[in-house]
Each structure stands twice: as C-alpha cells, then as structure tokens.
C-alpha cells in the first residue's frame, strides 16, 4: 500500500510559480515511479510529469508543460515535487500525484496504482 498527500495548491496569478509536494508513506519510496497528473473543470484527466524511482534515470513531460515545469523526487525525505513555472490561467486544475509501482516513468494513467486526493491550483488571469 501507499498513501499520497499533495500539498501547495493555491491560487496565483498568471506568470507565477508554484510548488506542489506529494508526501509518500508506506512502500520503500525509491523502489517506485512517481507522477503528476490534472484535472481542469469539464476536461478528462491529463498526464503532466513523471519521474522514475531514482530521479536520475528519467523524467517525462507533457508537451503543454515542457520548459516550464519540473518533476524531481526526494527519496530521503519520501516527497516528489512538482515545480510549476511561468504559469497560464489553462494551467488551472486539480493536481494529483501518483504511485506507478513499476521503476520507470510512464505518461499511462493505467500504470499507475495510487493516487492522492488532490490540490487545487487557480491561476487568474
């Protein structure tokens, strides 16, 4: 089992920056592959970044977000972030982190086995 919690979703204004934090416990956290996803009022859920287990290996990134966020992961301090640069009121959306207990990281919703309740991220425009 895994337990996420995503925090630092807030509302700011376009051109700002954030950072979110998903906070892991249970599973060894550097024995998985973590993700960001999103979900914008009326829209599917969209893959965002991922990470694989150590960070190093390889990120992934949608092309919506290429160049202006960033996915790293502390594996001793069982976090992963999500730094959110140069932000678009399209950025708006509830952000989830998620737990792929594969090693690799992957753009594949149904890859993923865990998921966090969620935080909200306005951006005004």
């Known amino acids: 089992q895994v337990q996420l919690v995503e925090s630092g979703g807030r509302l700011v204004q376009a051109g700002g920056s954030l950072r979110l934090s998903c906070a892991a416990s249970?599973?060894?956290?550097?024995?998985?592959?973590m993700g960001w996803f999103r979900r914008a009022p009326g829209k599917e859920r969209e893959f965002v970044a991922a990470?694989?287990?150590?960070?190093?290996?390889?990120?992934l990134y949608a092309d919506s977000v290429k160049g202006r966020f960033t996915i790293s992961r502390d594996n001793a301090k069982n976090t992963t972030y999500l730094y959110m640069n140069s932000l678009k009121p399209e950025d708006t959306a509830v952000y989830y982190c998620?737990?792929?207990?594969?090693?690799?990281?992957?753009?594949?919703?149904?890859?993923?086995?865990?998921w966090g309740q969620g935080t909200q991220v306005t951006v005004s425009s």
């Open positions: 249970g599973r060894t956290f550097s024995s998985y592959a």
């Open positions: 998620a737990a792929n207990l594969g090693v690799w990281a992957t753009a594949d919703n149904e890859k993923y086995d865990y």
């Open positions: 990470i694989s287990w150590s960070g190093r290996a390889n990120t």
